[in-house]
């Protein structure tokens, strides 16, 4: 089946700090891709859907400037925590498509800790 | 708006027990169903799907039924492993611009010998 990447695995930064985190398609060619973030115990909730070229569309309440989502090429997509701050420590979790976007691959996630 | 409620977990079962984890949803319209599974340390896997009423998705002994009349997509295997302790999602789909899955919070099952 087809393979996803992330990268760190997990990660610990100090507070106001920048954090990038790595998506990639590696057997395919990813038309679209979602973040999702997962809280302990609760669900994947999507912050944003971007398609290779294009800027990405974030869910409502998600803020933009915080979470910056580049998806230079079909095959990497990355995700940019800015000035990151203890709330913001979470599992995000990456997942890519081709042209049916239903069937989404999905990585086994990146584990974020704000210190 | 568009939810899936999951039965709260953990599920803890000995091995060739009979599993059923409980799914319902709300939505409007009719939503594509699926259920992912999560190994531990590993990404969310496509299990199953069935995207119109009364369907039935099946995959590695794992079987659910759309059903329309309950908002409901059970999932159910008549003999668990060890090797089946996981995590298990289930989600909705909707097409036509809408384009996302919308997840329970996940059930997590754990099989002993």
């Known amino acids: 089946g087809a393979v996803v990447s992330q990268h760190p695995s997990w990660v610990i930064c100090k507070s106001g700090t920048s954090v990038k985190i790595e998506c990639r398609s590696l057997?395919?060619?990813?038309?679209?891709m979602f973040w999702y973030r997962q809280f302990p115990k609760q669900s994947l909730m999507l912050m944003a859907t971007s398609n290779e070229g294009s800027k990405a569309t974030y869910e409502q309440g998600v803020e933009k400037d915080k979470f910056l989502i580049n998806h230079a090429s079909l095959t990497l997509s990355t995700l940019t925590v800015t000035s990151a701050h203890p709330e913001d420590s979470s599992f995000y979790i990456c997942?890519?498509?081709?042209?049916?976007?239903?069937?989404?691959?999905f990585g086994p996630g990146t584990r974020l800790t704000v210190t | 708006g568009n939810s899936v409620t999951q039965m709260e977990g953990p599920v803890t079962l000995s091995e060739e027990a009979f599993l059923t984890i409980n799914c319902t949803y709300t939505a409007t319209g009719y939503p594509s169903l699926f259920w992912y599974v999560q190994y531990p340390g590993e990404g969310l896997q496509l299990l199953l799907k069935?995207?119109?009423?009364?369907d039935k998705g099946s995959n590695k002994g794992f079987e659910a039924t759309y059903r329309k009349e309950t908002t409901s997509f059970h999932l159910e295997k008549g003999s668990v492993q060890v090797s089946d302790s996981a995590v298990y999602f289930c989600a909705l789909w909707f097409s036509g611009g809408y384009n996302k899955l919308i997840f329970g919070a996940g059930t997590r099952l754990a099989v002993h010998p």
């Open positions: 057997d395919f060619q990813a038309t679209t």
């Open positions: 069935a995207t119109k009423a009364d």
């Open positions: 997942s890519a498509s081709g042209q049916a976007t239903y069937e989404q691959y």
